[in-house]
């Protein structure tokens, strides 16, 4: 518990054994629940997770890859059903920092958000320490956000460091959003509906020996993704909610 909330957290993880136990082993004690997703992995991953003694460590197994949006929305339902506070999602190839994390809760806390989107752009550093075509897509996907929302609402579109209120994700609809690497674009255009703060805090970047999984053909769908809600924006089309 962190300052009288509970705290859970959701991992997605696909083929990452090499990463995922130091990631979980990193986050602080006051994390009351860890959701950890395996997406199909073809190696040890679940056997990393499983091997890990914490308290409120749940695992979740997908019998086939079904994508990290998937893994993420499975980690949404399970962690719904426990009593759980604020609800954050976190990579699981240790490129994000667990030092973060007070950073992300605290516009919570303050009552000054209801989706809090780490920022990897928020220090100088960042430029230097991503790989170039990573920082180059990153930025250009992120200015492609803005441009279909018509307003600057995240820096770093990307990021797979989030925080928000269970309330707010209770009244998103889990199931239609989106399956694959675009989530947290769909993410944030279907709470910003919602009429909720946004806030944005700059987090640490960092990069090792981890590999990213992602592909031309996911590009390509998050293009198509932004390029949906850009015209449902202009159609003054409204989002599903959950009741």
Not at 56 to 70: D, E, N, T, Y
Not at 190 to 216: C, F
């Amino acid at each position: 518990m962190y300052h009288k909330q509970r705290i859970g957290v959701v991992i997605p993880a696909f083929n990452e054994e090499a990463f995922v136990a130091q990631t979980i082993n990193s986050i602080p004690d006051y994390v009351d629940l860890i959701v950890a997703v395996d997406d199909g992995s073809h190696d040890r991953t679940l056997a990393e997770i499983m091997g890990i003694n914490r308290p409120g460590l749940i695992a979740v197994r997908h019998a086939v890859r079904q994508g990290v949006g998937s893994a993420i929305r499975s980690g949404f339902q399970e962690i719904l059903t426990q009593n759980i506070d604020i609800i954050m999602t976190m990579d699981a190839d240790g490129q994000m920092s667990a030092h973060d994390i007070p950073h992300m809760l605290d516009p919570l806390l303050k009552g000054k958000a209801d989706l809090v989107k780490g920022n990897r752009f928020g220090y100088k550093e960042a430029k230097e320490k991503m790989p170039l075509m990573r920082y180059l897509a990153n930025r250009g996907f992120s200015k492609l956000q803005s441009w279909a929302h018509g307003a600057c609402l995240v820096k770093d579109a990307q990021s797979g460091f989030t925080a928000m209120t269970s309330n707010l994700l209770r009244q998103i609809n889990i199931d239609q959003l989106w399956p694959g690497y675009g989530i947290y674009n769909d993410l944030v255009f279907q709470v910003s509906h919602l009429n909720a703060r946004i806030v944005n805090v700059p987090i640490r970047t960092i990069y090792g020996q981890e590999h990213s999984y992602i592909k031309a053909i996911d590009c390509l769908k998050i293009l198509w993704l932004l390029g949906s809600h850009r015209t449902r924006l202009f159609r003054h089309e409204t989002y599903s909610v959950s009741h």
